[in-house]
């Protein structure tokens, strides 16, 4: 766990991380998806920022040179803890990222699941990879919700993104607690629009919280 000045939670957990080949430098591994990824925060820390991470981009062709690695230890310690705390899990990467291990990434949602008095927020850019793996995930368990404690979020960083992701990650309503994160926002977003909120005398939007930032 890491404590974090990001406002919306309180710690990050970095379970699923790589390390170099060559040098065992430990960071993290992500890659481009559209253009909110541009100036990302963890890549650049990724690249030897406070002399942290594998100093290699995020990018596909640096897969070969890297090993990945999962925090299992960590993971198995979240149903221990007695004190809640909201838990941003892989600040540092996308946790439905098409490269990690959907053995993983079943691990990590069932981990969550077995620590109720935790928050757990998952982000991801890539909504149609979290739509079907959650889907999976669930019919593998038995189960008719994620439970409660379970945040699944997707970002979208302008009016096009919202339009793209909006009707996939719909899917998910009535099946999860729902998060939209507009950051970085780098264009204006129409919640309306974009399908986030139903139009009508009484407005009700499908995502039960969002953020924004710069």
Same mark, same amino acid.
């Given at each position: *766990?890491?404590?974090?000045?990001?406002? @919306?939670?309180?710690?990050?957990?970095?379970?699923?991380?790589?390390?170099?080949?060559?040098?065992?430098?430990?960071? @993290?591994?992500?890659? $481009? $998806?559209?253009?909110?990824? #541009?100036?990302?925060?963890?890549? %650049?820390?990724n690249m030897g920022f406070w002399n942290m991470g594998t100093k290699r981009p995020y990018r596909q062709d640096q897969r070969p040179k890297l090993?990945?690695?999962? !925090?299992?230890?960590? *993971?198995?310690?979240?149903?221990?803890?007695?004190?809640?705390?909201?838990?941003?899990?892989?600040? *540092?990467?996308? %946790?439905? &990222?098409?490269?990690?291990?959907?053995?993983?990434?079943?691990?990590? +949602?069932?981990?969550?699941?077995?620590?109720? +008095?935790?928050? =757990? #927020?998952? +982000?991801?850019?890539?909504?149609?990879?979290?739509?079907?793996?959650? #889907?999976? @995930? *669930?019919?593998?368990?038995?189960?008719?919700?994620?439970? !409660?404690?379970?945040?699944?979020?997707?970002?979208?960083?302008?009016?096009?993104?919202?339009?793209?992701?909006?009707?996939?990650?719909? #899917?998910?309503?009535?099946?999860?607690?729902?998060? /939209?994160? /507009?950051?970085?926002?780098? &264009?204006?977003? !129409?919640?309306?629009?974009?399908? =986030?909120?139903?139009? &009508?005398?009484?407005?009700?939007?499908?995502? !039960?919280?969002?953020?924004?930032? &710069?």
């Amino acid at each position: *766990m890491s404590q974090t000045s990001i406002e @919306w939670t309180d710690e990050t957990a970095n379970i699923f991380y790589a390390v170099d080949k060559n040098t065992g430098r430990r960071g @993290w591994h992500c890659e $481009v $998806v559209s253009e909110g990824c #541009q100036n990302c925060y963890a890549a %650049t820390k990724n690249m030897g920022f406070w002399n942290m991470g594998t100093k290699r981009p995020y990018r596909q062709d640096q897969r070969p040179k890297l090993t990945w690695k999962i !925090d299992r230890k960590q *993971m198995e310690g979240w149903k221990r803890r007695r004190i809640p705390r909201r838990i941003f899990v892989n600040s *540092m990467t996308d %946790t439905f &990222g098409e490269w990690w291990s959907k053995d993983w990434i079943y691990d990590a +949602l069932d981990a969550m699941a077995a620590a109720p +008095l935790m928050t =757990f #927020q998952i +982000l991801t850019k890539r909504v149609e990879l979290m739509v079907e793996i959650i #889907q999976a @995930w *669930m019919i593998a368990r038995g189960m008719e919700r994620v439970p !409660d404690n379970m945040h699944l979020m997707i970002s979208a960083e302008n009016q096009a993104r919202a339009n793209e992701r909006s009707p996939i990650f719909r #899917q998910l309503v009535g099946l999860a607690t729902l998060g /939209l994160s /507009l950051e970085p926002l780098i &264009g204006e977003i !129409d919640l309306y629009e974009a399908g =986030f909120i139903e139009k &009508g005398l009484r407005p009700v939007p499908y995502v !039960d919280w969002v953020i924004a930032g &710069g």
